[in-house]
RNA sequence: GGUCCCAUCGUCUAGUGGUUAGGACGCUGGCCUCUCACGCCGGAAACCGGGGUUCAAACCCCCGUGGGACUACCA
């Protein structure tokens, strides 16, 4: 029986989750629970100068949005230092690690050096065999080889042949007594029984003195599956230049967390030729056979067309839950029934949630305001008497639906013989205020008889008093 | 500079030796129509270049070119 199948998100709490990070998550859960494996949490936040609670929680948070459910954790890794010194001590008893007195401006002096006359920058294991002692501000060093060759067997890209002579020293330990990253991640993996180590292929030069270590340490070496890193519209790094990197600015400018799941696991990773995908249809289709090389440009815009697709596809009531903060500003919010007529109206219209508030205020409003140009163009005193009379007939229209309304327009325009043209904007102006809105008859029937009735006779006197 | 990775429409991608190179976003023409959306129908748009291998290469190999990552006492 093989072991089982573990893999883990391991985000350094230095700032808000990003798109990047978000997808690595992403993948690493659906492999997870395609696999009916374990999903684990763990805060790198070994750097305590730039690490902070706040961050660990805007990244909770983030994960809980997008349904990214973990099945233990989060352990924060800086609670766990005492372990990862005994490892260290372990390995310069063992010899397999020694310390390093050169301080970081004389390593700079070589750095520069060496890059100045075209030489490797890599550390010259001045210290190597010095035999020191520990001492302030002294760190240690990991032993490497400076034979052989090791290789990363990536489930996403395939072997990587490394030369052992190409990998440095790395520092295990800082002065400050605290391990860095390439050594904790594997002392934290290993024990933790990581099978699966899905992450960013920024790390994939990283993977080769981590092998190394798990060797040294006596550790099973997990698989590596390293994805494409997601770029910017200029083919480099996403960054803020690009726009929105951070999850829950998403969130905030209306977007459905699916939404967002969907877009992002669509990059690098497709499943033949289907767009959409439920969250249970990832978790049975995904794959990181599927799972391509290349990294992927980051496209707002097909992330706002599945936005849309998905408000579109959304209950009413999933919706009115989700509208609740989101409502102008005045708006009451406590005519459920109305509510919901007003989100279905405005259902496929609305790209995000924050469109789809800006676009009711006109429901909302007590008094409708005028655009300039719309009430020039169609509030004229030529319509101002069948709008008067329609209003009229309201109150006594039996069947308020939009199929009785219809009937009603119906016969109301050939009653007068005239087209509906003729009354479809000045009713939509005098009802919302502009010439773009839902259908009329669904403005009505949303609005109701009381309101209707009152919008179109506010609407006569205003084309009294401008004529 | 060194090491490593990558390369199909503008973008996300399907494709694993023989296809009219498919789908999606965006763009665009039309239909629907009370406006705007939605929806439907259609269109333009790609195999980075050069060498091989092969009867046959988008697919395999090599070399270029281009892009990216790493090169910290950050993760």
Not at 108 to 117: G, H, N, Q, S, V
Not at 278 to 295: M, N, T
Not at 314 to 328: G, Q, V
Not at 350 to 369: D, G
């Amino acid at each position: 029986m093989t072991a089982k199948i573990r893999t883990r998100f391991a985000p350094s709490p230095t700032g808000y989750l990003h798109i990047g990070g978000a997808r690595t998550a992403l993948f690493s859960w659906l492999f997870a629970r395609h696999n009916g494996g374990e999903f684990v949490l763990r805060i790198e936040d070994t750097d305590q100068q730039r690490s902070t609670d706040e961050s660990t929680k805007a990244i909770l948070d983030a994960m809980s949005w997008m349904g990214l459910n973990w099945d233990e954790g989060p352990h924060f890794q800086a609670q766990r230092v005492d372990l990862h010194r005994q490892m260290v001590q372990k390995l310069l008893e063992e010899g397999k690690a020694y310390i390093c007195t050169c301080t970081p401006e004389e390593l700079e002096i070589k750095r520069k050096e060496a890059l100045a006359t075209g030489k490797k920058p890599k550390y010259d294991g001045a210290c190597r065999e010095k035999g020191l002692k520990k001492s302030p501000g002294s760190v240690v060093r990991f032993r490497g080889t400076d034979t052989g060759v090791t290789v990363v067997e990536d489930l996403i890209k395939g072997n990587i042949v490394f030369n052992n002579e190409e990998l440095d020293d790395l520092i295990i330990e800082r002065g400050d007594g605290y391990p860095t990253y390439n050594f904790a991640v594997v002392i934290d993996d290993a024990m933790m029984n990581i099978s699966h180590v899905i992450r960013g292929d920024d790390h994939v030069n990283n993977t080769p003195r981590q092998i190394l270590m798990y060797q040294a340490l006596g550790f099973e070496v997990p698989k590596f599956a390293h994805v494409p890193m997601i770029l910017g519209s200029d083919k480099t790094r996403l960054s803020k230049r690009h726009g929105a990197t951070s999850v829950m600015a998403y969130k905030e400018m209306g977007y459905l967390p699916e939404a967002l799941v969907n877009y992002l696991v669509r990059l690098s990773w497709s499943h033949g030729d289907q767009e959409i995908f439920s969250q249970k249809e990832l978790i049975e289709f995904f794959s990181l056979d599927a799972v391509g090389k290349s990294p992927a440009v980051f496209n707002p815009d097909k992330l706002l067309w599945l936005n849309a697709h998905y408000i579109k596809e959304a209950s009413p009531a999933r919706l009115a839950e989700e509208m609740k903060p989101l409502w102008p500003a005045g708006a009451d919010g406590s005519d459920e029934s109305f509510i919901r007529k007003i989100i279905v109206d405005l259902q496929p219209r609305a790209k995000t949630l924050v469109e789809l508030a800006q676009a009711s205020e006109f429901y909302f409003a007590v008094e409708i305001s005028y655009e300039a140009e719309a009430a020039q163009k169609f509030l004229t005193p030529e319509v101002a008497a069948h709008l008067k009379s329609i209003a009229a007939a309201i109150p006594g229209i039996e069947d308020y639906s939009k199929a009785g309304l219809e009937a009603f327009l119906k016969n109301f325009i050939e009653a007068n013989g005239i087209k509906f043209k003729t009354i479809a904007q000045p009713l939509r102006v005098a009802l919302t205020g502009k010439t773009v809105s839902p259908g009329i008859d669904e403005v009505m029937v949303t609005l109701g008889k009381d309101r209707v009735a009152q919008r179109i006779n506010a609407a006569v006197d205003y084309i009294a008093k401008q004529h």
